[in-house]
């Protein structure tokens, strides 16, 4: 990715402290006319002992940061498909990590994105229509494409 267009768009943006602000800057990469390309190939490992002990703030701020992108970039209509959708991958990481402490933590993060909505609000630019629609597809499918 150039360095010019992440300047050009502010960076990082800094209400999404870790997690899913990669996904943000992404959303804003092809608002602006650029393409985003995905290469199943790519392959990033990240060196966690196997051994680590859960980290409870880990989805408390991944459910949060989803319920901000939600609120800054899709329209009202689009939540009603966006939050199921978010719900249902709570209960699946609470399957994977066979842990009730994933539902608490991610319903907790999850309400707390909605109820503190400034930092979404106050930067909200919804997506075209045509990208909100293809974010959607891709989320409910797993099909990464890149529109023509």
């Known amino acids: 990715m150039r360095r010019s267009v992440i300047l050009d768009l502010g960076g990082y ?3 999404f402290f870790l997690w899913l602000h990669e ?3 992404a959303l804003r ?5 650029y393409s985003v390309l995905f290469d199943p190939e790519l392959v990033i490992f990240h060196h966690d002992p196997p051994d680590k002990p859960f980290r409870r703030n880990y989805f408390r701020y991944v459910f949060r940061n989803k319920a901000r992108l939600n609120l800054k970039y ?3 209509p689009l ?3 966006m939050v199921p959708r ?3 991958w709570i ?3 609470a399957w994977r990590f066979r842990s009730s402490a994933v539902i608490t933590n991610g319903l907790k993060g999850y309400l707390t994105g909605y109820i503190e909505d400034r930092p979404a609000r106050k930067k909200s630019g919804l997506l075209p229509g045509k990208l ?3 974010y959607v597809f891709t989320f409910w499918t797993g099909f990464y494409f890149q529109a023509a």
């Open 29 to 33: 990469i092809r608002a602006s006319g």
């Open 132 to 134: 909100q629609m293809e």
């Open 79 to 81: 939540l009603a498909v």
């Open 74 to 76: 899709f329209a009202l």
């Open 13 to 15: 943006d800094e209400d």
């Open 91 to 93: 209960l699946i990481e």
């Open 23 to 25: 996904e943000d800057l």
């Open 86 to 88: 978010d719900l249902i």
